[in-house]
């Protein structure tokens, strides 16, 4: 199944928003976002496979692969401004994906938002993709963002565990690769809660892959502050991408 899911209509796009999912998560994360972003702003995701719609399918067999897969998939996006929006492990894989892009076709995305992460090292207490269903869980507990009721359903837990554990051992067997940086700006979106996330060393690590570094966006809440401040992060997108085309595609709704 094609790992591209669009959640606006083409016909009416003047520029893409191409979101990569946090570890664990998937496409539907973003369904709802055009609704909250200019109307000529659209929005589509990547789903690796064995997530969301692509459930029972293999695993991706390495980061590498995943990203080739990507590039193939955002082809059809191409044909128009892209910014890429990375949640956590997303924002690596949108890292990775924008080097893609740039080896295979010479082009690069209009900018690149880093949420939530740094981009090469371990994050701060991220847990091994060997740990126990209960370590899990308690790491899960202290990132935030899953009700406790569905933490303590074992069916809940028997769908998730073995796709986060997958998207970590990804992560674990990342090539390290030290490219030239990129030329789009990179905007690093900060969690004031993020237990994970060390936000002057994310600022760090992501100002060196860009020779256009901006100034770190803190939002209210934990590492998945984007469901605590929506709004905020949503209305920073749209700043961002008019910001990214001189002013000139975005218009309000």
Same mark, same amino acid.
């Given at each position: 199944?094609?790992?591209?899911?669009?959640?606006?209509?083409?016909?009416?796009?003047?520029?893409?928003?191409?979101?990569? +999912? +946090? $570890?664990?998560?998937?496409?539907?994360?973003?369904?709802?976002?055009?609704?909250? /972003?200019?109307?000529?702003? $659209?929005?589509?995701?990547? @789903?690796?496979?064995?997530?969301?719609?692509?459930?029972?399918?293999?695993?991706?067999?390495?980061?590498?692969?995943?990203?080739?897969?990507?590039?193939?998939?955002?082809?059809?996006? /191409? @044909?128009?401004?892209?910014?890429?929006?990375?949640?956590?492990?997303?924002?690596?894989?949108?890292?990775?994906?924008?080097?893609?892009?740039?080896?295979?076709?010479?082009?690069?995305?209009?900018?690149?938002?880093?949420? &939530?992460?740094?981009?090469?090292?371990?994050?701060?207490?991220?847990? +091994?993709? !060997?740990?126990?269903?209960?370590?899990?869980?308690?790491? *899960?507990?202290? *990132?935030?963002?899953?009700?406790? @009721?569905?933490?303590?359903?074992? %069916?809940?837990?028997?769908?998730? /565990?073995?796709?986060?554990?997958?998207?970590?051992?990804?992560?674990? #067997?990342?090539?390290?690769? &030290?490219?030239?940086?990129?030329?789009?700006?990179?905007?690093?979106?900060?969690?004031?809660?993020?237990?994970?996330? !060390? $936000?002057?060393?994310?600022? #760090?690590?992501?100002?060196?892959?860009?020779?256009? @570094? =901006?100034?770190?966006?803190?939002?209210?809440?934990?590492?998945?502050?984007? =469901?605590?401040? &929506? %709004?905020?992060?949503?209305?920073?997108?749209?700043?961002?991408?008019?910001?990214?085309?001189? $002013?000139?595609? /975005?218009?309000?709704?």
């Amino acid at each position: 199944m094609n790992a591209l899911r669009v959640w606006s209509k083409a016909d009416e796009v003047r520029m893409w928003l191409l979101c990569l +999912p +946090p $570890g664990g998560g998937d496409a539907r994360l973003f369904r709802n976002w055009p609704a909250h /972003l200019p109307e000529s702003m $659209g929005v589509a995701a990547l @789903e690796l496979p064995g997530h969301g719609g692509r459930q029972g399918e293999p695993w991706a067999a390495s980061i590498e692969a995943a990203v080739g897969e990507f590039a193939d998939a955002a082809a059809p996006l /191409l @044909e128009r401004p892209v910014m890429f929006y990375g949640h956590s492990m997303g924002a690596v894989l949108a890292l990775d994906l924008a080097h893609e892009l740039r080896s295979r076709q010479g082009i690069e995305p209009l900018a690149l938002i880093a949420a &939530a992460s740094g981009p090469l090292k371990r994050q701060i207490r991220q847990t +091994p993709s !060997d740990a126990g269903d209960e370590e899990l869980v308690r790491w *899960l507990r202290t *990132l935030g963002g899953t009700p406790e @009721e569905l933490l303590a359903d074992p %069916e809940y837990l028997a769908e998730l /565990l073995p796709v986060l554990r997958a998207d970590l051992g990804l992560l674990e #067997r990342r090539t390290r690769r &030290a490219p030239p940086p990129l030329g789009c700006p990179i905007h690093v979106y900060l969690g004031e809660h993020d237990p994970m996330v !060390d $936000g002057t060393a994310a600022q #760090r690590g992501w100002a060196a892959h860009t020779t256009r @570094e =901006q100034p770190p966006r803190s939002f209210p809440g934990g590492h998945f502050f984007v =469901q605590e401040s &929506a %709004e905020r992060v949503l209305a920073a997108l749209a700043e961002d991408a008019d910001a990214a085309v001189g $002013g000139r595609l /975005l218009r309000s709704r």
